[in-house]
């Protein structure tokens, strides 16, 4: 019940900015939150932040705070993730996954299929 | 931040055997505990909320318990879909942490 649909690689050159889209299908959009973690390359699992789907109400992690802007639009029932300032360092699979409307969180019960970004000159 | 310790990190075991392993909080998370399984190239997939209620359509053959702080997945009779890599995470309180993983491979 419920699909998450992130759009496709993105190769990006240090410094620039990349911005990921998840559309939700077959649940209420409104209803829950929409978490974005990412994966560098042979690593575990980083929470990059949360927005709910209900009032764009966000709560970021500390250490992309400065550089990430998460946005949503309910008339496409699409959650954005915005990462300026790109390094090598943010060279990772980007997932989003659907969490609490409200907060802290949920467990993460669906998962996009996550969107390659590399950061490269 | 809460942190979250899994062990151990690489697990050697055979299809069929029965399969524990391990994270740790650093503080508690009362049962705001979830376990994922990740395959290579895959998206993570729910295993377990709760610290012990299963996902929707997970098999009864993966369990979870939680003793205080220290929280426990179970697979009794490993199957070769098993293999993977498995994380828990906390949802208690903002950010969630996951651990850093434990390998499950092939003996």
């Known amino acids: 019940q419920g699909q998450l649909v992130q759009s496709g690689p993105e190769v990006k050159k240090p410094g620039a900015s990349v911005k990921v889209s998840c559309k939700a299908s077959?649940?209420?959009?409104?209803?829950?939150?929409i978490s974005w973690v990412r994966q560098a390359p042979g690593q575990g699992l980083e929470w990059m932040g949360w927005?709910?789907?209900?009032?764009?109400?966000?709560n970021y992690a500390q250490k992309v705070q400065v550089r990430v802007t998460m946005t949503t639009d309910t008339s496409t029932n699409t959650a954005y993730m915005e990462l300026r300032s790109l390094r090598s360092d943010d060279t990772a699979v980007y997932y989003c996954?659907?969490?609490?409307?409200?907060?802290?969180?949920?467990?993460?019960?669906?998962w996009g299929q996550g969107t390659m970004v590399t950061v490269s000159s | 931040e809460i942190v979250m310790t899994q062990s151990p990190p690489t697990l050697s075991v055979s299809p069929g055997e029965r399969v524990t392993l391990s994270c740790r909080a650093s503080?508690?998370?009362?049962?705001?505990l979830a376990w994922y399984q990740q395959k290579l190239g895959q998206a993570p997939r729910l295993l377990i909320y709760g610290a012990s209620t299963r996902a929707t359509g997970i098999p009864a053959r993966f369990s979870g318990s939680r003793s205080g702080t220290e929280f426990t997945l179970t697979i009794t009779s490993l199957q070769s879909e098993d293999f993977a890599v498995y994380y828990c995470q906390q949802y208690n309180n903002w950010p969630g942490t996951f651990g850093q993983g434990t390998k499950v491979e092939i003996k």
């Open positions: 503080q508690s998370v009362g049962s705001n």
């Open positions: 996954a659907r969490d609490s409307v409200t907060g802290p969180h949920n467990a993460f019960d669906i």
């Open positions: 927005i709910s789907g209900f009032n764009g109400n966000t």
């Open positions: 077959d649940y209420t959009f409104t209803t829950y939150g």
